[in-house]
Structure formats: C-alpha cells, structure tokens
C-alpha cells in the first residue's frame, strides 16, 4: 500500500452478501458511513449482482487494497485475484467461518478492522504462503479429503448456518463417514495409512477454533500433511466446539514443500470451506510467499 497514502488509497470492497446468513445492517452501507468524512477513494464489487469480472476491476481500478468482505470462502476467492501481486488482501470477517481471520489475529469488529486497512490502527503487510492444489486451485488455509470435506457439504445442503448447522450436520456426517486407504507420496516419503481424514494444512485452525495443526506457520514455506487416523464423537465435536488440539494419539503430522495423495475409493474433498466433490487424487505444492496481507502490526496481535 506505500505507493498510495491514506489521502489517496483507493479501496475496493468485494461482499459477499449471504455470508454468515442475514444480516441486520448492510455491509455496503456500513462501509460507506465509516469512510463518509474521510478522504479514500473507496470502490464496491458484490458478488451476487450480475457485473464486469473481479479481474477486470482490478486492473481497471488499480486499487492499493481489496477487502474481503465475508467467511473463509470469500477469502479465498479474493486471494486467488491477488497471487503474486503487490495487492495486498485486507478481512472484513462476515461468515459462518471466519478461520483465516482469526489465525491472522484479526479482530472480530469492523471498525477496528478498517482502522487497520487505512493505517489508523497500527498495522503491517504479511507475506504468507499458499498451497497449490491439482496445478490451479488455491488453499489459503486448510483443505482435506474425507470426514470434514463431507461435514462441509452436509452443511451446505442443510441450509442452517452457524455453529448450529454444524453441529447438526455432524451427526449425520458420523453416520455416513468411512475410513480411507490412503497412499502419501513425495520424494522424501512413500506411506500407506488408513484414515478418516487427510489434512493439507496452511494454518493451525478451523473456523470453529479446533486447532487441527498446532504448530503451523504461514511463512515457513512449508505446508503439514495432517492424518485423523481414528475417530471418536467426542473428537469430532472437538473440532466444531473445541479449542484444544486435536488428539496427538489420534493423529501422525508431516511437514512437506509438495506431496501427492491417493485414495483407493473416491472420497469427498473441500478447500476452505467449499465443497469441490469427490476425487481420487491430489497433487499439493507450496506457493511460498504469495500473498500480501494487513494483518495487525505484531505490539497490537499481542494484547
């Protein structure tokens, strides 16, 4: 953002309007009023309104930030338009999940949240890795194949959003879960494990505060393999409502700059919170530094 100051920063809001479920203000609306009497050039993308592309706004408007407006999935959506660019990516966090924030340390409250982006509130740029899957899709924070993927998608399906939805999708998710044989592979490893869940972990934490890889760290230029080899309903309920790590007994952690992983049957499969289907094979490689973020300036992060 140093090739604009707070006189001239132009800003570009992309909302996603049914994260988190309804809302009581409008997020366009509540931005306005905060920038009101104030001097940034401040632009609007929502995502459900028939338009010209993202991509296309970027380079018309050359914007010195995009803000994500929403949950993990408008993250990750925003991110991909900002891969190995000097944009940085600011997080107006809104969703039924907001994991990416919450690793970032960003705070809960608009309000402060803007006071980061226009630099009233001590803040910095943070460099952090992605992880790149099957050559084109992007992870910013945590993918997997089996149990949580099918959470992902019996939440989807059942409409109610929140920790409620969750919760309520758990147990059908427990019924219809399997274990998968599963074949890990990169130069360095060539293991066979059965599991209910394989993790590609950016970041330490989901959503609901379960930290699935505690000692995760997003500018390492590495990324962990997580492997849930057992489960139990208490584990499970751990990861909606929980935030103690997941049982080291229970689960085998690899760190890897790239891996391939195999299925023997075709299993379910979400990154970020988006169910993307069943698959039978992933290829995962790190993206080392690719993506710019406000985050708060660290003296703030500590309080």
């Known amino acids: ?3 604009q100051s707070s006189m001239q920063l132009r800003l570009l809001f992309v909302i996603n309007p049914v994260s988190g ?3 009581k203000a409008d997020p366009e609306e509540l931005i306005k009023n905060y920038f009101r009497e104030r001097q940034e050039e401040i632009h609007f993308f929502v995502l459900d309104k028939p338009q010209q592309k993202l991509t296309d706004l970027i380079k018309k408007i050359k914007p010195g930030c995009v803000i994500a407006v929403g949950g993990d999935g408008t993250v990750k959506m925003v991110a991909e338009q900002l891969v190995n660019t000097d944009i940085p990516l600011g997080i107006l966090p809104a969703g039924s999940a907001n994991g990416m924030a919450t690793e970032l340390n960003i705070p809960a409250d608009w309000e402060q949240v803007l006071a980061l982006i226009t630099r009233e509130q001590p803040s910095t740029v943070m460099d952090i890795d992605l992880i790149q899957i099957n050559g084109k899709e992007v992870c910013i924070h945590l993918s997997d194949v ?8 019996n939440f989807e399906q059942r409409g109610i959003r929140g920790k409620l939805g969750y919760a309520l999708s758990a147990f059908k998710t427990l ?22 869940m394989i993790v590609l972990a950016n970041a330490r934490m989901y959503g609901t505060g379960a ?31 929980r935030h103690r790590p ?22 379910h499969f979400q990154i970020d919170g988006e169910y993307l289907g069943k698959t039978r094979q ?22």
């Open 1 to 3: 953002m140093a090739q």
């Open 21 to 23: 479920g309804k809302k």
């Open 146 to 153: 089996g149990l949580n993927a099918l959470l992902v998608k």
């Open 175 to 196: 019924w219809q879960n399997k274990r998968l044989e599963v074949k890990i592979e990169n130069k360095k490893m060539h293991l066979i494990r059965h599991a209910h």
């Open 211 to 241: 930290s699935i890889n505690p000692d995760g760290d997003l500018t390492d230029g590495l990324f962990e393999v997580v492997i849930l080899r057992k489960l139990s309903i208490p584990e499970l309920l751990k990861m909606l409502f």
């Open 246 to 267: 997941f049982d080291p007994t229970k689960t085998e952690i690899l760190q890897a700059d790239q891996v391939n992983i195999s299925t023997r049957n075709r299993a």
């Open 282 to 303: 992933i290829r995962a490689n790190i993206l080392p530094r690719a993506l710019k973020v406000i985050v708060p300036a660290p003296a703030e992060a500590a309080r």
